[in-house]
């Protein structure tokens, strides 16, 4: 661990984690056909407590790189688990690539800033 404040995964990563998990078992196994209008509730939802957990600039940029990383792992790992034959799958898909650029340009954004 390089220092407190500086190690992204407290606490951001155990909500986030949590969060994602939520999101994409809905989408399996958890109900049997999911809307995107039920995700987008429960994503918002997620989303504004885990956003109220970053107090500091240095807060939300780490909030930002544990989203990334489970973001990337979304893509990775949990995308692949969804049954491609459902819409919902491919919408999860396709959101969670569209979360994943977003990032990238937000903290490409940021980083260039500091650099100013």
Known sequence: ????????KSPF???????????????????????????EEQRNLWLSKINSLAKTDSDKKLLNLALLERAAAGLNLDALKADPKKSISKYLAEKTRENLKNLLTKLYFLSNIKAL
Do not use: S, V
Request: net charge positive; no cysteine.
């Open 1 to 8: 661990m390089i220092g407190k404040k500086e190690f992204w």
């Open 13 to 39: 990563y155990d909500a986030i984690f949590g969060y994602h998990w939520f999101i994409y078992q809905l989408a399996r196994d958890r109900l049997k056909n999911p809307t995107i209008e039920l995700i």
